[in-house]
């Protein structure tokens, strides 16, 4: 089992940064693969980025490339969601999500394990 605890959501107002935190605890946190997902209301959780537990790479949804970074810090079984330039159809509540499976992690899906979720409010 793994237990993952999102911190650092809150409001913004548009053209501001927030930098959202998910503390791992359970199994090894280095050798799984985590994502952030988001959820606005009435809308389908959609993807938001990703990062593999093998070589670091990631991936991002369109619609926040080149805005948002993701990162890990194994040592502190942390992983990171830097969100900057926040436009208010960012607001939405965020989750982390973690798998020890490969594929494209893309899709909430493939995921094993989830989060609780922490609001981001942007306004405008």
């Known amino acids: 089992q793994v237990q993952l605890v999102e911190s650092g959501g809150g409001l913004v107002q548009a053209g501001g940064s927030l930098r959202l935190s998910c503390a791992a605890s359970?199994?090894?946190?280095?050798?799984?693969?985590m994502g952030w997902f988001r959820q606005a209301p009435g809308k389908e959780r959609e993807f938001v980025a990703r990062?593999?537990?093998?070589?670091?790479?990631?991936y991002y949804a369109d619609s926040v490339k080149g805005r948002f970074t993701i990162s890990r810090d194994n040592a502190k079984n942390t992983v990171y969601l830097q969100m900057n330039s926040l436009k208010p159809e960012d607001t939405a509540v965020y989750y982390c999500a973690c798998t020890g499976y490969s594929g494209s992690l893309y899709n909430a899906y493939e995921y094993e394990y989830w989060g609780r979720g922490t609001q981001v409010t942007v306004s405008s």
């Open positions: 359970g199994r090894t946190f280095s050798s799984y693969s």
């Open positions: 990062i593999r537990w093998s070589g670091g790479s990631t």
